[in-house]
């Protein structure tokens, strides 16, 4: 939806940006927590009778599946990492040979249409910025089809655009073929040339391993990987979450859960271990035109490099909010970033698997009904007459326009 024929930017309260499983998962509880499509008509108050409030979802993609729509064809439902249902509807019955990417589509369509979610596509968000001074003011959403104004945004836009590519020396020079694992179609592209994996992590091993089986292969990781025999009890998966929380609390960017888990041993990594191909070598030190300098000097000839090296999450369009901190990550409050109340961000570092973005989904809304119904209430008490104090959230929103400390 563009600016009105009046020329009005059109409005929501929330606006969630993405459509993958934690902008679903978010769309879902602002749907049954009382919010109706913006601009469809009459709204909806919610159940409790409060006042109406309505939302939409923003996504970039042509259709239904967020990043899974680009996955490889060969990671099957019989081999992904563990998928959780969304919210409120289960996945159908699972054929473990489908390819995940037509299946999570397939799913993800049909859970938008059966639950009819406020979903406008494909429209690519350019910026979010304040409107004006007021800490406690609207939101303005920039998009390749015209502007949003909204009192609060769900940031849902995952990792998948933005993967990482490490710099080491003569990487320029190299005469073969460099491509991240986001550009990866099948292993048959690569028959008959030698393959270097670089990377540690669930994405590294699989293709390492899917490579192995029709071509030469070699593994570099900048650490020793830790292996598991048995994938983590309740305990032990929440202990690696908290890690990942404390470090986005404190300010830090976010490592992936993997990479606290480890890897744990599959069947299939079983078996590629006893071909030798798990042989994991210390980081190359540089980059040569037919190849690349090992650790210990020695020069390995190569055809191909695959960068498995993970993916930084996609918040470019928040720039104009100055988020980031000192220690280049943004510091966080559960999901709602810790100085900006009117932004929540899900599927971002304890939130990024499946299970964490379902809950970051309901955690962000019941955050985001807190601010408006505390917004809401100023609102009525000022209505009302002169003379009433701030609520302590609004007024240290006020003291943050206009400058000063918080309290």
């Not at 602002?30 to 309505?54: H, I």
């Amino acid at each position: 939806m563009s600016a009105g024929i009046d020329g009005r930017v059109p409005t929501a309260d929330v606006v969630v940006i993405g459509a993958g499983q934690a902008g679903l998962s978010a769309a879902y509880h602002l749907q049954r927590r009382g919010f109706s499509p913006a601009g469809t008509g009459p709204e909806v108050r919610d159940p409790a009778g409060g006042p109406a409030r309505s939302y939409i979802v923003l996504d970039a993609e042509d259709g239904p599946g967020g990043a899974w729509r680009h996955r490889w064809k060969s990671l099957l439902m019989a081999t992904v990492n563990g998928i959780s249902d969304l919210p409120g509807i289960p996945q159908p019955a699972v054929d473990p040979d489908e390819a995940s990417s037509s299946f999570l589509a397939r799913y993800f369509g049909g859970y938008e249409d059966q639950l009819a979610l406020a979903i406008e596509r494909p429209v690519k968000v350019r910026s979010v910025s304040r409107e004006d001074n007021d800490a406690g003011g609207r939101l303005r959403i920039s998009t390749s089809r015209g502007g949003w104004s909204a009192r609060a945004i769900i940031n849902a836009t995952g990792t998948w655009t933005r993967p990482f590519w490490p710099i080491y020396p003569g990487q320029a020079s190299f005469r073969g073929r460099q491509l991240h694992v986001a550009d990866y179609v099948s292993a048959e592209e690569f028959r008959g040339r030698h393959v270097i994996v670089v990377g540690g992590g669930i994405s590294a091993v699989g293709l390492l391993d899917e490579i192995s089986q029709v071509t030469t292969t070699s593994w570099f990781t900048r650490r020793e990987p830790v292996w598991r025999d048995a994938a983590f009890d309740r305990q032990a998966g929440h202990d690696a979450v908290a890690l990942v929380e404390e470090r986005v609390r404190q300010g830090l960017p976010p490592q992936s859960v993997v990479a606290v888990t480890g890897l744990i041993w599959t069947p299939a990594l079983r078996a590629a271990a006893a071909r030798g191909v798990l042989e994991r070598h210390p980081m190359f030190t540089g980059i040569e035109p037919g190849g690349v300098r090992m650790a210990d000097g020695k020069f390995l000839a190569a055809d191909v490099i695959l960068w498995a090296t993970g993916f930084r999450a996609e918040l470019e369009h928040l720039a104009p909010l100055h988020l980031r901190g000192p220690g280049g990550g943004i510091a966080m409050d559960g999901t709602q970033v810790a100085a900006e109340p009117r932004v929540h961000l899900v599927g971002y570092g304890p939130s990024s698997s499946t299970i964490g973005a379902n809950r970051a989904g309901r955690a962000a809304v019941s955050g985001i009904l807190r601010l408006l119904e505390e917004q809401d209430k100023f609102a009525g008490d000022l209505n009302q007459g002169p003379g009433l104090p701030d609520p302590p959230l609004t007024h240290k929103r006020r003291q943050l326009a206009r400058g000063g400390q918080q309290s």
